[in-house]
């Protein structure tokens, strides 16, 4: 391999590593956060349900929010916190306001809601919206509320119902629109991630970001290598070492 080419996948696995993977595999992803001039950051709470859970440095014991399995965090400028996280046959992504979540034992987290993509308290919830996740291949308006003005792209991973045969994953991209504060999705299905090659389950793409310097789409998952997509973003291009 030439020295250009390992440089270049260098690169690109820096590229991979910036992105956002699920709670708690990947909760060392998530961006600190500043709350009423305080600083926030993640702890994995080791414990059976293994929470992640964001707290204060100085207050490890109180947190302001807590996430379960699957669910990952990201910020929306300029400072609010966005969820987002498979639910039954949609995406759900959810605007939180950081200012209004209250803070609450870090051990005090009821059975229910540690079973749930994520528990707060207070009033935070400023805006959110579902991904159908048998969408055609393509792409498609999406009306987003005004919590998620500020979202320039994001993209997400789930599951693809709509052919299992063909493709068990889709990547869903959410671009800004022709008009200001509008929306698009776009939606790829993953044509080379499919049941006859792959041990569904025991296998799965966990998380896929854009290549800053090529524009691909590349990402990686549990027990798979990192790899990189093809321009159209559903057909793999090659893995990375």
């Not at 045969?165 to 959410?174: L, T």
Request: glycine letters at 8%; charged letters at 25%; one cysteine or more.
């Amino acid at each position: 391999m030439s020295n250009a080419l390992i440089w270049r996948n260098r690169f690109i696995l820096k590229s991979i590593a910036s992105a956002v993977g699920p709670a708690p595999w990947y909760w060392q992803t998530f961006l600190a956060l500043e709350i009423g001039g305080q600083q926030f950051n993640w702890r994995c709470d080791e414990n059976p349900e293994r929470r992640v859970l964001l707290v204060r440095d100085d207050r490890p014991n109180q947190a302001r929010l807590s996430v379960h399995i699957y669910t990952r965090v990201f910020v929306i400028p300029p400072g609010i916190l966005g969820l987002w996280f498979e639910d039954g046959p949609t995406l759900r992504v959810i605007a939180l306001d950081p200012d209004s979540l209250g803070e609450f034992a870090a051990n005090s987290v009821p059975s229910e809601g540690s079973r749930q993509p994520y528990y707060a308290t207070g009033h935070h919830v400023l805006g959110e919206f579902r991904v159908d996740l048998q969408l055609d291949e393509g792409e498609h308006v999406i009306d987003v509320p005004m919590a998620f003005a500020g979202m320039e792209n994001l993209l997400m991973v789930g599951s693809y119902s709509k052919v299992q045969e063909a493709a068990c994953a889709a990547i869903f991209e959410i671009k800004q629109g022709t008009r200001a504060g509008s929306h698009r999705i776009a939606v790829y299905p993953q044509k080379w991630f499919n049941k006859d090659d792959f041990d569904l389950g025991y296998q799965w793409i966990t998380r896929v970001a854009r290549d800053a310097r090529s524009g691909r789409i590349v990402g990686d998952g549990i027990r798979m290598s990192p790899f990189v997509l093809r321009d159209d973003g559903m057909h793999l291009d090659r893995w990375l070492s």
